[in-house]
């Protein structure tokens, strides 16, 4: 009998850029804010917290359209904020990709661990800013999420299903505390990169906790990984 040799990297991490290495969690925010504002409707974090945080772009906005019972239809809003905040992003990533996050997915790639790093921007105006960081090991994955700051558990498996990894056998690295949750609930393990926006958001259930993404995390998560 012939032995099939594993094609498959063992372990894997996720990095859900746009709100673990860069604060896209505030940049939603003000994206948001200024879409509001347009409309004359009132909009503040509380409100994103109770409204919209986690849920579907549409029937977050819905849900909040009724609420200030304006006039406003939510589809349109729905649309342009989708839309704005892809554009905000592809201005911030490319500035976010920094020597610590260079060195976070160095230390990962060099112990065998596959990195992929997940970003709702569009690819062809922020590869060239990952050129240095893309090789074996390591690959840029669009997600075109529809979700108010985080990712939905589905999302997860997806990006796991298409960059060939196990998701029993991957850490995600995500933004925020619906992040967490709906990597647990995708059967992944999680480490959080908590910054002041999301800092009331539960986080119970992680791995482990950070404030950047650096090589001192990525050695972290390799304990994490037994990698």
């Not at 498959?8 to 860069?22: K, M, S, T």
């Not at 926006?197 to 950047?212: I, P």
Request: aromatic share 8%; glycine share 8%.
């Amino acid at each position: 009998m012939t032995d099939i040799k594993e094609t498959q990297p063992v372990r894997g991490v996720i990095v859900e850029f746009d709100f673990a290495v860069l604060n896209g969690a505030e940049i939603l925010f003000e994206t948001a804010k200024k879409l509001m504002a347009e409309g004359e409707i009132p909009f503040d974090e509380k409100a994103e917290a109770h409204f919209l945080a986690g849920g579907n772009y549409l029937g977050a906005l819905t849900g909040y359209y009724s609420h200030v019972k304006t006039k406003k239809t939510p589809q349109k809003a729905a649309k342009d904020l989708s839309e704005r905040f892809v554009k905000a992003l592809n201005a911030a990533v490319p500035g976010a990709v920094n020597d610590g996050f260079k060195k976070f997915v160095a230390t990962l790639a060099g112990k065998g661990v596959k990195v992929v790093i997940s970003t709702r921007a569009t690819l062809s105006a922020v590869k060239d800013a990952f050129a240095g960081v893309i090789g074996e090991n390591v690959e840029l994955y669009q997600e075109s999420s529809q979700t108010y700051g985080a990712l939905k558990w589905d999302a997860w498996r997806r990006a796991a299903a298409r960059c060939h990894l196990r998701h029993t056998a991957t850490e995600v690295v995500t933004g925020s505390g619906l992040g967490v949750k709906s990597a647990l609930l995708a059967g992944m393990g999680a480490v959080a990169v908590i910054n002041r926006h999301v800092a009331y958001q539960d986080f119970s259930g992680a791995d482990d906790a950070a404030d950047k993404v650096d090589e001192k995390l990525a050695k972290r998560v390799i304990q994490i990984l037994k990698a």
